[in-house]
């Protein structure tokens, strides 16, 4: 126990009453959610002092959030910090459920009767109510809390579904600490720029201000100092340790929101009671005095002050608090030793690739062409399809709509669809990617861009801690689908340096259930692009389709003038995780992708006997196509484009080796090294002619 808990009924009886406009009935209703949570706190360090709890980050300190709840319809979205325990409790019993401690308690147990993550880790999150899952720690979930409130009114203007009412508001929660980070900066400003331009932005950011991030404290009134004053948002403050008037003034914030489609920042002032998590030791960085105050602020004795002033007595409130207490252990004996995951298939269900039956179901119209296009035609046809045959897809990036994209690959379809469907956004992709991720979960089908592969990397915890996870968290319940365009590669001549030469896609291969797909080819570019729209759509799949800038506009591959790099419109389907294979020489087998085949074609041009792989999916990599090319020669050089260490390349030799090949292996790649300008880049890129030196000492062995 803690001196929050032992002293709790001696500071009961010595509270004096506080009057209060609000009934009894909704008071004692808001405290049984805040006496849940401190309790399911509570019980969490039990569970845990007996090997059968998992998790004591909690909520005391911060059960003035019930009041939130309250002041919100349970129909509004909510995106909730990781000590909203007693939102998530008020949010429940708005809804009439009365399961809301046990699932609290089966997250901490990790069980897999836990009905939204299913014992993958301790979330808030719920289907029915609204509650979109999170495990952010860095406020990384406010871009995609803005693309919430972004996609509510786009999905009526586009006259599709949306499983929000179309004035249902966003609520985002979040710590003071986190509202330092890059993500959550980034993410208002997006939303105060989508508002000053008249675009809808029903956003509710609650700022749950303890004053203090683990050890690290904030300075007295800074949350004030930077969000009380800035144009275009409505800033409102509250005593969270106040349930009457923090319900008052989130009522308030949450009307404004509501009738405005602006948004609102409530700051409520909260205290950290029971240390940053059960492993915490505050007296290493806090005073007695510090601690001791903070208890006096306790919300549950701010609560207690308000029922004494509608009536009821000190025993009274004590009885309900011991009750409560007695049926959170009950369920935390209950659920203390449920079954856990016990498999590695088991855990990682979520995060299977789509179903190419399902997908082929869902495959966009396509229309027809006898023109055979480049690169950078063949997509835009395809980026045409889909939204032809799609009503709920949107194209949108920096420069993507009136310019149509640095490289001309989006002209045109901002006129053929209007500025609804295809649009630029600011310049900031973790923005770009947050609106993606919950475009997806509004039920659109997002395909942004981001303009060079180099850019994404300031924004790729939005993939792998949000877009990627939330299957996975969720069992499926939530997806976030995608088809995230990027213009990547090096070789580009236009253009020089690292930024615009990029080939570090190690973060993206790093990502579980990301799928990767890597065209070189027109036709096979338009025919990847179809596939990856249909796997979102049908499976709810994020994709990442890079796009190589240097083959966007090439014609030839031979000679100059052969138009040999032209391909006609396809018209059959390329499946997730199949490869192409050109040739059927039975002497060496040269496995790439993207620039690399190009380069490859012409060596093996050169070299009788020679076929090549094109993977064309780097995730999932087409194992059996790999195996079979390999073991069609017995020998195999895999030309890789990305550096050699964290390159595609040691993903090709495990996978051969893990799978069995015993032939000869070699592999060319380039050089550990950023790119740089001019001429100087041919020093660290993979060349034609190291792949051809490569491929003759492999046959002359």
Not at 4 to 15: C, I, K, P, S, Y
Not at 359 to 388: E, F, G, H, M, Y
């Amino acid at each position: 126990m803690t001196s929050v808990d032992e002293l709790f009924a001696d500071r009961v009886r010595a509270l004096k009453p506080v009057p209060c406009d609000y009934p009894a009935e909704q008071l004692r209703s808001l405290y049984d959610a805040q006496l849940g949570s401190r309790h399911a706190d509570l019980a969490a360090r039990w569970m845990q002092s007996q090997g059968k709890g998992f998790y004591t980050i909690g909520s005391a300190g911060h059960e003035g959030n019930a009041a939130v709840a309250a002041a919100v319809r349970p129909t509004d979205p909510a995106l909730l910090h990781y000590r909203s325990g007693a939102f998530y409790l008020a949010r429940a019993e708005q809804c009439g459920s009365k399961e809301g401690l046990r699932e609290i308690l089966l997250g901490v147990a990790a069980a897999t009767d836990e009905p939204i993550a299913g014992g993958r880790h301790k979330v808030f999150g719920r289907h029915d109510l609204a509650i979109i899952p999170q495990t952010s720690t860095i406020a990384s979930h406010l871009p995609r809390a803005m693309g919430v409130a972004f996609s509510i009114s786009r999905a009526a203007k586009l006259g599709v579904p949306s499983p929000w009412p179309h004035d249902a508001i966003v609520v985002a929660s979040f710590g003071d600490a986190s509202a330092n980070h890059s993500t959550a900066t980034g993410a208002i400003n997006a939303a105060l720029h989508a508002s000053y331009q008249g675009l809808p932005m029903p956003l509710l950011l609650v700022c749950e201000d303890n004053g203090i991030g683990i050890s690290v404290r904030t300075p007295e009134g800074w949350i004030k100092q930077a969000y009380g004053q800035r144009p275009g948002l409505r800033y409102f403050d509250a005593d969270g340790t106040d349930l009457a008037a923090t319900l008052s003034m989130a009522t308030e914030a949450g009307t404004f929101v509501r009738r405005n489609h602006r948004p609102a920042f409530l700051r409520l002032r909260t205290v950290r009671l029971l240390g940053h998590a059960g492993s915490d030791v505050e007296a290493a960085y806090r005073t007695p005095a510090e601690l001791a105050a903070d208890e006096e602020l306790d919300p549950l004795l701010g609560t207690a002050r308000l029922l004494l002033g509608a009536g009821l007595q000190p025993d009274d409130i004590i009885e309900l608090y011991e009750e409560k207490r007695a049926e959170v252990m009950r369920i935390a004996a209950e659920v203390a030793g449920l079954p856990q995951l016990s498999s590695a298939e088991a855990v990682a269900a979520p995060l299977r690739f789509p179903d190419p039956a399902k997908v082929s179901k869902s495959l966009p119209d396509r229309s027809t062409t006898t023109d055979r296009l480049t690169l950078s035609q063949s997509i835009n046809r395809a980026l045409s399809d889909v939204l032809a045959s799609y009503p709920e897809a949107m194209v949108f990036g920096e420069d993507v709509g009136r310019k149509g994209g640095v490289y001309g690959v989006t002209r045109g379809l901002q006129t053929a669809f209007g500025p609804t469907r295809v649009f630029d956004t600011l310049l900031d992709e973790q923005s770009t990617l947050g609106l993606a991720l919950d475009a997806g979960v509004s039920e659109l089908l997002p395909i942004p861009e981001i303009q060079y592969l180099a850019y994404l990397h300031n924004a790729e915890d939005q993939l792998r801690g949000e877009a990627a996870s939330l299957k996975f968290f969720s069992q499926e319940q939530y997806a976030n689908p995608m088809v995230l365009r990027i213009a990547g590669y090096g070789y580009q001549k236009g253009f020089g340096g690292h930024f615009h030469n990029d080939d570090a896609i190690g973060v993206l291969r790093d990502i579980p259930g990301l799928v990767i797909a890597s065209p070189s080819r027109p036709d096979d570019a338009a025919a990847m692009l179809h596939t990856c729209a249909a796997a979102a759509r049908s499976s709810g799949t994020v994709s990442v389709f890079l796009e190589p800038i240097a083959l966007y506009h090439r014609r030839d591959l031979y000679d100059d003038g052969d138009d040999a790099w032209l391909a006609s419109y396809p018209t059959e389907a390329v499946p997730v995780g199949r490869g192409r294979t050109y040739g059927d020489g039975g002497e060496l087998t040269i496995v790439t992708f993207g620039n690399g085949l190009p380069m490859s074609l012409r060596v093996a041009a050169k070299l009788p006997g020679t076929r090549v792989l094109d993977l064309r999916w780097l995730a999932p990599l087409p194992v059996d196509d790999l195996l079979r090319e390999a073991t069609a020669t017995g020998r195999v050089l895999v030309a890789d484009e990305t550096r050699r260490s964290g390159g595609v390349s040691e993903g090709v030799l495990a996978a051969l080796i893990d799978h069995g090949y015993t032939g000869r292996l070699a592999r060319v790649a380039s050089h550990d090294s950023y790119v740089p300008l001019g001429a100087a880049a041919q020093h660290v890129l993979l060349s034609e002619q190291t792949i051809h030196q490569a491929a003759q000492d492999l046959l002359g062995g």
